[in-house]
Nanobody, 113 residues
Framework: VQLMESGGGLVQPGGSLRLSCVVW????????MRWYRQAPGKERELVAG??????TYADAVKGRFTISRDNAKNTVILQMNDLKSEAPGVYFC?????????WGRGTQVPVSS
C-alpha cells in the first residue's frame, strides 16, 4: 500500500485548504483512514478519522475540518476551513486497515507571514 498526500501550501488565518491523499494497492477489507498533523516542535497528533463511514475529529478542529473520500479515485480528502494559528505543520495520511498502518510522506502547510 502506498499513499501520497498533496494540497499543502501557504494560507492565511481564516482561510481554507483541501488536502488529498491518493492510495495505491489498497487491499484491506476494512476502510480505516486517518489524517495526522505534526506541528513544528510538537508531537504528531490525530486530526480526523474515517472508519467505515464513521468520522471522528479532534476537538480542536470539529466543525471546521471534514474528512471524506472519493472511491472512484482512491482518494481521501481533508477539507480544512477557518484555519487557525495551530494549522501549520506536516499533514500525514494513514491507512490503518489490514496490515497497516501505512503512512504517506506528508504534505506541508507552512507558517504564514
Amino acid at each position: 500500500v502506498q499513499l501520497m498526500e498533496s494540497g499543502g501550501g501557504l494560507v492565511q488565518p481564516g482561510g481554507s485548504l483541501r488536502l488529498s491523499c491518493v492510495v495505491w494497492g489498497f487491499t484491506s477489507s476494512e476502510y480505516f483512514m486517518r489524517w495526522y498533523r505534526q506541528a513544528p516542535g510538537k508531537e504528531r497528533e490525530l486530526v480526523a478519522g474515517d472508519v467505515e463511514g464513521r468520522t471522528t475529529y479532534a476537538d480542536a478542529v470539529k466543525g471546521r475540518f471534514t474528512i471524506s473520500r472519493d472511491n472512484a479515485k482512491n482518494t481521501v480528502i481533508l477539507q480544512m476551513n477557518d484555519l487557525k494559528s495551530e494549522a501549520p505543520g506536516v499533514y500525514f495520511c494513514t491507512d490503518w486497515g489490514t496490515g497497516g498502518p501505512y503512512w504517506g510522506r506528508g504534505t506541508q502547510v507552512p507558517v504564514s507571514s
